[in-house]
C-alpha cells in the first residue's frame, strides 16, 4: 500500500510538531515504523514517544489521545524494567539493550529503548497479534538499531 494511501485509511497517524524537534524525529522515523508494519505480521499498531512519556509519532492508534496515553505508559512500564533489572544486578543491561514484552491472549507487545541525546532517549513500542514474540522482538530491535543510527549520523 503506498504512503499516501496508509495516511488517509482508516489507522491514524499524527506527527508531533511541539516538543524539541520532535517533528524532525517523527518524520525520520515514520519510514522504519512503516517497515516494521510491512515485515512483522499482525503489527496493530506502533508508537514512538521519548523516554519521559511524549508521543513523537504513531501508526495505527484509535486517534492522538490513545497514542499520547500509550506514549506515558510505555514510559513507565519501560522505567519500572529498568529499575527491576538493575536490582538484579544488571546495571548495564537498563538501557538500550532491554526490551520489555507483555503477552496476552493472541496479541503481544513490546518497547524498545533508543539512545538518542537531544531527548534522552526514545521508546519504540509495537502491538502485533498472532504473531511469533522471538519475531516480533527481532525486527522491533532491528528497526530501533537502524532508526537510531540514522539519528546519529552527521
Known sequence: ???????????????RGRE???????RAA???????????SGVRAIVLGTGDGIHVC???????????????????????????VQLMGHPDSAGGETVVAVTMPGEILI????????VGNLLLCVSAE????????????????????WLSED
Open 58 to 84: 504513531s501508526l495505527g492508534m484509535g486517534g492522538p489521545e490513545d497514542a499520547a496515553r500509550l506514549s506515558a505508559l510505555n514510559s513507565s512500564m519501560f522505567g519500572v524494567a529498568g529499575a527491576q
Open 111 to 118: 518497547v524498545v529503548s533508543i539512545v538518542y541525546e537531544p
Open 1 to 15: 500500500m503506498a504512503e499516501h494511501d496508509r495516511a488517509s485509511g482508516p489507522r491514524h497517524r499524527r506527527i
Open 30 to 40: 515514520l519510514p522504519y515504523l512503516s517497515t516494521i508494519r510491512e515485515e512483522v
Open 130 to 149: 498472532d504473531t511469533q514474540l522471538g519475531m516480533a522482538i527481532h525486527q522491533t530491535r532491528h528497526a530501533a538499531d537502524e532508526l537510531a543510527a
Open 20 to 26: 524539541l524537534g520532535a517533528n524532525e524525529i517523527a
